[in-house]
């Protein structure tokens, strides 16, 4: 009898997606016994979510760095700069943190200081009162 899939269980192209890597990698990874993988009962190949969060987890950024400051903000999202947009006395920078998008305001002061311009590589610590998660009905 063939299982089936559960809430965590993600076809190939869905876990490529939500780690920001190909197809072809994840496959990969299953193949070398990175990835927890079995085929569904229609015979498409599917991973599990908790080896897939695993595989997140090492290769996510450690935030490590030889800078003595320590911070208590620990949402770092590493990308690259996509748009600076200056008005004034303030300024929009853009990153697209692999597949994610992330806005931050400054001051135009900032932006010349860090002297940040689109193709550069910058790192958004975020530290937010409030986060929303949303999961979707299986």
């Given at each position: ?27 990969r ?30 290769l ?37 943190c692999?597949?994610n ?38």
């Amino acid at each position: 009898m063939a299982r089936l899939p559960n809430m965590t269980d993600f076809r190939i192209s869905e876990a490529a997606r939500l780690i920001g890597v190909s197809d072809d990698t994840v496959r990969r990874w299953a193949a070398d016994g990175l990835l927890d993988a079995r085929d569904d009962a229609s015979g498409r190949r599917i991973v599990s979510g908790a080896s897939l969060a695993r595989r997140a987890i090492e290769l996510a950024p450690t935030g490590d760095d030889d800078s003595p400051v320590r911070r208590s903000a620990r949402n770092r999202f590493t990308g690259i700069v996509t748009g600076v947009e200056r008005s004034g006395l303030v300024a929009q920078v853009s990153l697209q943190c692999g597949p994610n998008r992330v806005v931050s305001l400054m001051t135009s002061e900032a932006l010349d200081d860090l002297r940040i311009e689109v193709g550069s590589r910058a790192t958004a610590l975020v530290k937010a009162t409030t986060v929303i998660i949303e999961t979707e009905r299986r």
